[in-house]
């Protein structure tokens, strides 16, 4: 049994915006492009980092009200935003730290996702942009 | 300066300071933020007295 779980409750801001009670899922990537830098002097394969290209991928509620999801999003799309995510509520620290993508890009906007009976939700990615970790408040 | 509507940004009325990287257009057009007066400093108003020569004494 594992000394330590994470029952996922994230805190979810988007573009100073806090989404975190539409969001059902949040996936943070760090993804750094690998380079090649093998030669003749090694038998293996080897690899540098690259460009970083960071992804975060979000599901949310669909709701077209003031302040709700469409509203905080239809500005956003095809333009660079800062995106913020942290494990829980509470002050930036050490073991809840906040991870930000400050100038990533949201390419698309899924405007409808509609199925019968069923409450619409969408799916977003936010890729590029600088990472940092902050866990000082 | 900017000030906070939505509570979804933080108190309602309080200053708004963007972070890096956010995109303030898009808070101002969906409502969230706005243009704030708060914080501007008038400036002082100095009280101009006509320039009066001293009254002579002498007789």
Redesign the interface.
Same mark, same amino acid.
Request: charged share 15%.
């Given at each position: 049994m594992p000394t330590s779980t994470y029952l996922p409750s994230p805190i979810v801001v988007v573009?100073?915006?806090?989404?975190s009670d539409q969001c059902t899922a949040a996936n943070l990537t760090l993804n750094y492009e690998s380079q090649e830098n093998s030669s003749f002097a090694s038998p293996n394969r080897s690899y540098v980092a690259g460009m970083g290209n960071h992804e975060l991928t979000l599901t949310l509620y669909m709701s077209y009200a +003031?302040?709700e999801t469409y509203? @905080?999003l239809? +500005?956003?799309v095809g333009?660079? @935003?800062?995106v913020r995510v942290k494990p829980v509520t509470g002050n930036e620290s050490a073991t809840n730290p906040d991870f930000v993508l400050?100038?990533c890009y949201l390419e698309a906007l899924p405007v409808m996702n509609a199925s019968l009976g069923e409450l619409s939700t969408i799916d977003i990615t936010f890729t590029g942009?600088a990472y940092t970790e902050d866990v000082t408040v | 300066m900017y000030e906070i509507i939505?509570p979804?940004?933080g108190i309602p009325g309080a200053i708004?300071e963007?972070?890096?990287?956010?995109?303030v257009?898009?808070?101002l057009?969906?409502?969230?933020i706005k243009q704030s007066t708060k914080g501007t400093v008038k400036s002082a108003k100095n009280k101009t007295e006509p320039d009066t020569e001293p009254e002579s004494t002498e007789d």
């Open positions: 573009n100073s915006i806090d989404l +003031a302040s509203a @905080t239809k +500005a956003l333009t660079q @935003t800062t400050t100038g942009g | 939505s979804r940004v708004f963007p972070r890096p990287g956010v995109n257009e898009a808070l057009s969906g409502g969230f």
